[in-house]
């Protein structure tokens, strides 16, 4: 078993360490938990082409907000915070007010996430034209699309540690 804990988000937003049961049982399976990290590090990377990581990291805080997960949409929160992003921006979009943005490429971004994570059959084939409409490449849209699906995941894993951790601890 490798040791993933110093540098693995859900463990550190979920609160694990080694002395719980709810972590042994999610390391029985380091493989998985090494593969969920490096996702994050790949769709956040600062050097990934195409979507900015403040879009990016924009978008998560939308999903975040909207599945909702308080301890995930912090994370992304204090992420933007760290990159400088403008608070009034972080507020718009963690209130879903985006569609007061000016800017028409974000606006669209998180148009698509709003109805990916809410109505996702609504996120059909018109949806996805609008964000090359919007300046989008398709690169972009897949990014955009693996980061909701990423995001998506990441909540749920979250949600189920933290019941686990808490059945634990009253036992």
Same mark, same amino acid.
């Given at each position: 078993?490798?040791?993933?804990?110093?540098?693995?988000?859900?463990?550190?937003?979920?609160?694990?360490?080694?002395?719980?049961?709810?972590?042994?049982?999610?390391?029985?399976?380091?493989?998985?938990?090494?593969?969920?990290?490096?996702?994050?590090?790949?769709?956040?990377?600062?050097? *990934? @082409?195409?979507?900015? &990581?403040?879009?990016?990291?924009? %978008?998560? /805080?939308?999903?975040?907000?909207?599945?909702? =997960?308080?301890?995930?949409?912090?994370?992304?929160?204090?992420?933007?915070?760290?990159?400088?992003?403008?608070?009034?921006?972080?507020?718009?979009?963690?209130?879903?007010?985006?569609?007061?943005?000016?800017?028409?490429?974000?606006?669209?971004?998180?148009?698509?996430?709003?109805?990916?994570?809410?109505?996702?059959?609504?996120?059909?084939?018109?949806?996805?034209?609008? *964000? @090359?409409?919007?300046? &989008?490449?398709?690169?972009?849209? %897949?990014? /955009?699309?693996?980061?909701?699906?990423?995001? =998506?995941?990441?909540?749920?894993?979250?949600?189920?540690?933290?019941?686990?951790?808490?059945?634990?601890?009253?036992?």
């Amino acid at each position: 078993m490798t040791n993933t804990q110093q540098t693995d988000t859900i463990d550190r937003l979920v609160g694990l360490s080694a002395t719980l049961n709810t972590y042994s049982v999610r390391h029985q399976r380091d493989k998985v938990v090494a593969a969920t990290q490096k996702s994050e590090e790949g769709l956040f990377d600062p050097t *990934l @082409p195409g979507l900015t &990581l403040a879009e990016r990291l924009l %978008v998560a /805080l939308l999903a975040c907000t909207l599945t909702p =997960s308080v301890t995930c949409a912090a994370e992304y929160r204090n992420r933007l915070l760290a990159l400088g992003t403008d608070h009034a921006l972080i507020d718009t979009v963690s209130t879903g007010a985006f569609n007061q943005l000016t800017d028409a490429r974000l606006r669209s971004i998180l148009t698509f996430t709003h109805t990916l994570i809410t109505d996702p059959v609504k996120a059909d084939k018109a949806a996805l034209q609008a *964000l @090359p409409k919007a300046g &989008l490449t398709t690169p972009e849209v %897949v990014t /955009l699309a693996q980061l909701i699906a990423f995001v =998506s995941y990441q909540v749920r894993v979250v949600a189920g540690l933290k019941a686990m951790k808490l059945l634990e601890q009253q036992a």
